[in-house]
């Protein structure tokens, strides 16, 4: 299969490139950065394009045409000290939002067939148990943290609104290790 992740040098990124690798995919990784050799060295065969910039994303996935399209797009700080992810936070923000419309607006005309986008555990509304992926985000909180449900939530409506695609929430929590 040939699947493009978009946010493949990330700490989720690089060890799924990997293991798609070693499970015999053909990998493309979404990069805005200059020097690519990193990519390759985890397998991914590098394409330069700014994920804010819809024309480089079309033209990217245009090219490639992948059979399905990984959405690990972030713009978190090396080291989650609370100043580091404060200022983090506006640019994050904007390339969660901005980047999965761009990858969304191509994904007919590149004939992909599957979506995984990165997506929160974070925000289920509280209840009894253990959620799972039928209890809703978390309408009634704080200003913060019913922004934060909010986006996740529009992140997903966007998603699934995609006609002609498979869609999967990648909903994460806590993750361990380098």
Do not use: C
């Not at 990784?29 to 994303?57: C, H, M, Q, Y």
């Amino acid at each position: 299969m040939r699947i493009l992740i978009a946010g493949a040098s990330g700490a989720i990124g690089r060890p799924l490139v990997r293991r798609l690798k070693a499970n015999q995919h053909e990998i493309f990784a979404l990069t805005r950065a200059p020097d690519p050799a990193r990519l390759k060295e985890i397998g991914a065969e590098p394409l330069i394009a700014d994920a804010l910039d819809s024309v480089a994303v079309k033209a990217a996935v245009g090219r490639i045409r992948p059979d399905a399209v990984i959405n690990e797009l972030t713009s978190l700080p090396r080291h989650y000290a609370p100043a580091e992810m404060k200022a983090a936070a506006e640019r994050d923000h904007k390339v969660r939002v901005e980047g999965n419309i761009n990858l969304l607006a191509v994904l007919r005309d590149a004939g992909v067939r599957r979506y995984l986008l990165q997506s929160s555990g974070f925000w289920y509304a509280p209840g009894a148990g253990f959620a799972n992926e039928s209890v809703p985000f978390i309408s009634n909180a704080s200003p913060g943290v019913e922004s934060s449900a909010r986006t996740y939530q529009q992140l997903e409506e966007r998603a699934s609104a995609v006609p002609g695609i498979e869609f999967v929430a990648l909903r994460y929590g806590f993750f361990y290790g380098p």
